[in-house]
Every structure is written in structure tokens, then in C-alpha cells.
């Protein structure tokens, strides 16, 4: 693998996406377009970035903030996200990112299991935060984007933050192992794990914006995702301003109109976006589209959950373009198998690995399993953005490898010339959207409420979201389902969890179905959901 040009051993993420692009001649380049929700356009350039990044590194500085402490931001859509984030990675801060729709039990797992000293956030969501701040004892700073005014007790103004600060900042000496940014994923059991990066990952974020993503100097970049995923900071932050290369962001949601009409004014040359999106586009009237010119976009790609045959269709049919499917995880940390310019396109296909990436199909013993034979999908370790650990989990990360080999938790298969096609999770995580849903978050929220008594949670397959939430809930006795008790338990999970992990489908049973030790068979749920053999029972507790 290639690795990027840097000043000497300098691996800072913060110091490459800015600094080191003002060195290169870049200063003046617009770095981010801010397109917001009702279409308005205002240019940051890499100066601009440089500079804001290094106030919010001296606003870290000056609140105490030591190398390998953990901030996190928690905001929608804005400005504010990027200089936060290279100021903290500046700052050799670990910086964490969370999605806006966050309930306060996934907050507390994450703020909690991470000690974050710090988070970033706007007014909106300080009573949600306030009302767990007592059972966090290392949250010492909240800071609002949009409050004037510090408010006491460590709630503090970020303008005035910001107001205040130097935007001069040196950059201390980051080397490669050095922490970077900390993403948490949800498991099928247990609570979500931290995944941690170091800062060597930027060569690998890098090398696939530039080789897989074919971003060159002059183009556009629209990352659609984002930057609580892994994609919004891999490719969304780090991979285009880590090549100088202009990002447009918009704060506005999915709006096919809105998107297209940005296609076009913008002259954006190159789109990333999530299957889920590219359907919903499917979903719309052809004749919406035929007034559009997207003659200066040269390549579309996707990520998040597999990309269905159709799709790609309909996008040479009506957009005159191929739609490359691309590969990677929260753990793998940029691209790891994918279709690309230049290489076959096997419609439905992951693609195949990038030059340096050796991945396998290896049975449970570890021996090699056949092509056109399905098994587990594993890389050869020491890709420089292999995630470093689980914080705080090291035996869970331990399982992750065997005998030199990262087990994904992704099945697949590889055919005879070498292209990987994906086959399913090997564990319960439900992908809704291109996000992991934990099914026990779901279950342990349900059983907040008082009408249930007990809960399972599957992943079912859906046109549109790839998989969609199903609950299984049983009732307390006396108790009766009603349109108010299942409005009820999807605000619940809304507020709880996120609006994300909200059912979309809520069955009533007698019982949930467990094994003997007490553990829900969701593969029971989901056999008898899809109508389908439910297998070996004999582990089920006596109903």
C-alpha cells in the first residue's frame, strides 16, 4: 500500500487535513462548502480550517485537556463538527463522534465506558445530558455551539471558547501509534465496544481516497454520510482534506430534488452515499431526474450494508453511471474490499481487495474454505488502519484474531477469479440503513417498560433498509396491546436508543424463546418470522 506524503514523521490527522495543506500551496483553496438546509453556500478554505482547529485545540488546551484524553462531539450537521474534531486530534485529544438521535441510555454507555472528560453539543440536547450527568462522574465539560453565554458548573459557551483562543497552535509530535478517534459499535450481546484508532490510519484513508475513490485535485467531494459513522470521518473528514481536496457538506436531509439540484449547481464530480439512499432515489419518478445535468460527475460509490444488483441498473440505465459497492467496517477503518474504476463490476459483487489487503474464507477451524463455498470473512492483520483495541475490552478484541487473521464477523464467498460476495453477519447485529443495531440495546429498553415483561429483537430483510427492526415482546398478564401502548414503546426506543433502532414491526408473543441458560434464541424468532426451519431446539427452555 502506498503510503501518503507527510513532513517528515509528522502523523498528526489534524496537522495533514490542515496545516501541512496550508504548507502545500493550498491555503486559499475552498476545503469545505457549507451548503445549508435551504440551499445557502458559505466557503470555509484550508487557512480558515487551519485556523479554527488550531482555536479549538488551545480551547482544549486551556481547559486542561491532556494528550489521550477522550472528547466527544454530539451535534447534527454543522460547521462546528469539523473544527472540533481536527482541534481535538491537533491537540492529540481522542476525539469520539455520536450520532444527534442518540436516547440517554446509548449516551451513558458511551460517555460512561469512554471516562469522555468533555463533549460538544448544542442546548437542545443539555436536559438530556444533564439528566445523566450525576451517574458521570468524568464528564467535566459540556461545551454549546449556539449559547452565548458560559451557564456554570462546567456548561460552557463555545463561541466564547472560541473567542478567546490563539489560532496558532503547534502541533506536537504525533507518531503512528498515537490515539486518534474512537468510534463505538454495537455487538449482538453485551454493551457497545469503543473501537480506537490510531493516527497511523490516515495512510490508509488517504491511499483509498485517492486509488478507490479516484479524488484528484480539482474535484468536488460529497460524502453523504454522517460524522457519527465511521464513513463521515474516514471519508467525510479525513481521506479528501488529507489529499487537499475540496468537500462539500449539507445540513438539509434526504431530499431527492434538493440532492440532485446540489448534483448539478455544484458540479460535484464525485458522490459516496449509502445503499439505503441510492433505493429510496430508485424509488422516485424517472421524469424527476431527466432536467438534471450531471455531466461533471464522474463516479458514483456506496457503503454501509450490500448494494442490491438493481440499483446499480437503474443507475446506467437513467444516470449514465456505474454505482461501486464498497467494503470496509468500524474496525477496518477505510476501505478494504471494493468495486472500483477500472476493475470488473460484478453487479451485487463487494468487488475485490486493494492492493496490500489480504483477505480469506476461513472455516470456524481456520482452514481455508473452497471458492463459491461460504465461510467467514477474514483479513491478514497489519493494514495501518486496523483498529488498535476495544477500550477497555481487551479480551473482546483479543477474539477478534487468530493465528494472524481478523475474523470481520461477516460471512461471504469468493468466486474463482477473486471477487468477494457478501453472505451475512455471523452474529445477530442488525445493519438498518448502514447502521449496526445492537439487539440487546433494543431488548434491554423494551424491558424499561412496564407492560412488557419480556423481549427479543431480529433483524428481518427489507427492500429498502436492507434489514429492518423487529420486536418480539411478551405482556405482563392483564395487560392488552394497543395503538397506545405501541406508540408508547416507539418513543420510547426513539428517546432510549435512537430514532434508528426504532421497530419497525412489533409482534406480541406468550413467550420469548430462550435456551436453557436463559439466553434469547433470536435464530428462532427469525426462522418463524420468515417461515423458514428453525433448526435444532433442543436447547429451548421448556415453554
Not at 18 to 41: N, Y
Not at 142 to 165: F, K, P, T
Not at 187 to 215: E, N
Not at 344 to 369: C, F, K, N, V, W
Amino acid at each position: 500500500m502506498v503510503t501518503l506524503e507527510k513532513s517528515g514523521d509528522q502523523f498528526n490527522i489534524g496537522h495533514i487535513c490542515t496545516t501541512a495543506q496550508c504548507e502545500a500551496g493550498r491555503g486559499d483553496k475552498v476545503a469545505l462548502r457549507w451548503i445549508s438546509a435551504a440551499l445557502e453556500r458559505t466557503d470555509f478554505t484550508f487557512s480558515e480550517l487551519d485556523r479554527q482547529s488550531n482555536r479549538f485545540a488551545n480551547v482544549l488546551g486551556g481547559l486542561g485537556f491532556q494528550p489521550e484524553e477522550i472528547f466527544f462531539t454530539f451535534l447534527p450537521k454543522a460547521t462546528e463538527q469539523f473544527f472540533a474534531f481536527l482541534g481535538a486530534l491537533k491537540a492529540r485529544v481522542v476525539c469520539g463522534t455520536l450520532f444527534a438521535n442518540f436516547g440517554e441510555e446509548a449516551l451513558l454507555d458511551r460517555l460512561g465506558d469512554s471516562r469522555a472528560r468533555g463533549i460538544l453539543t448544542k442546548k437542545h440536547f443539555l436536559k438530556k445530558l444533564l439528566r445523566i450527568r450525576d451517574r458521570l462522574p468524568n464528564l467535566e465539560y459540556i461545551i454549546l455551539v449556539d449559547s452565548d453565554e458560559h451557564l456554570g458548573n462546567g456548561v460552557l459557551s463555545y463561541q466564547r471558547l472560541m473567542d478567546e483562543a490563539s489560532d496558532f497552535f503547534q502541533v506536537a509530535h504525533t507518531g503512528p501509534e498515537t490515539p486518534s478517534v474512537l468510534h463505538y459499535t454495537s455487538g449482538s450481546t453485551g454493551k457497545p465496544k469503543g473501537v480506537l484508532h490510531h493516527h497511523r490510519a490516515v495512510l490508509s484513508q488517504s491511499y483509498t481516497a485517492a486509488h478507490v475513490l479516484d479524488l484528484k485535485d480539482d474535484d468536488l467531494f460529497w460524502c453523504t454520510a454522517d460524522q457519527g459513522w465511521v464513513t463521515g470521518t474516514s471519508y467525510g473528514i479525513i481521506g479528501p482534506w488529507s489529499l487537499g481536496v475540496t468537500q462539500i457538506h449539507y445540513a438539509g436531509n434526504y431530499d431527492a430534488a434538493a440532492w440532485f439540484a446540489l448534483l448539478e449547481r455544484e458540479g460535484i464530480t464525485i458522490w459516496y452515499s449509502a445503499p439505503t439512499a441510492l433505493r429510496m432515489l430508485m424509488r422516485e419518478s424517472d421524469e424527476l431526474y431527466g432536467g438534471f445535468d450531471l455531466s461533471r460527475l464522474r463516479h458514483i460509490y456506496s457503503v454501509g450494508e450490500p448494494l442490491n444488483p438493481e440499483v446499480i441498473h437503474w443507475s446506467r440505465r437513467l444516470l449514465n453511471h456505474d454505482i461501486y459497492d464498497t467494503w470496509f467496517q468500524t474496525e477496518t477503518g477505510a476501505i478494504m474490499i471494493c468495486n472500483r474504476p477500472g476493475v470488473e463490476l460484478r453487479p451485487g459483487s463487494m468487488g475485490t481487495p486493494i492492493p496490500g489487503i489480504q483477505p480469506a474464507i476461513l472455516g470456524d477451524d481456520g482452514g481455508a474454505i473452497p471458492d463459491g463455498e461460504q465461510g467467514n470473512l477474514c483479513v491478514k492483520v497489519g493494514w495501518p488502519s486496523m483498529f488498535a483495541t476495544y477500550l477497555n475490552n481487551e479480551s473482546a478484541y483479543e477474539s477478534k484474531f487468530r493465528d494472524g487473521w481478523y475474523y470481520t464477523g461477516d460471512t461471504a464467498r469468493r468466486d474463482s477469479d477473486g471477487h468477494y460476495w457478501f453472505m451475512g453477519r455471523s452474529d445477530d447485529v442488525i445493519n438498518t440503513a448502514g447502521h449496526l443495531i445492537s439487539p440487546f440495546e433494543v431488548e434491554s429498553a423494551l424491558l424499561e417498560i412496564p407492560e412488557i415483561a419480556e423481549s427479543g429483537v431480529i433483524g428481518a430483510p427489507d427492500e429498502l433498509l436492507y434489514e429492518k427492526v423487529v420486536a418480539f415482546i411478551s405482556l405482563h398478564q392483564g395487560v392488552e396491546y394497543t395503538t397506545a401502548l405501541e406508540l408508547k414503546i416507539r418513543l420510547h426506543i426513539s428517546n432510549k436508543v435512537s430514532s434508528i433502532a426504532t421497530p419497525q414491526e412489533i409482534r406480541v408473543l406468550e413467550r420469548i424463546p430462550k435456551n436453557k441458560s436463559g439466553k434469547i434464541m433470536r435464530r428462532v424468532l427469525k426462522a418463524t418470522y420468515l417461515g423458514a426451519d428453525i433448526g435444532d431446539i433442543s436447547t429451548l427452555e421448556e415453554q
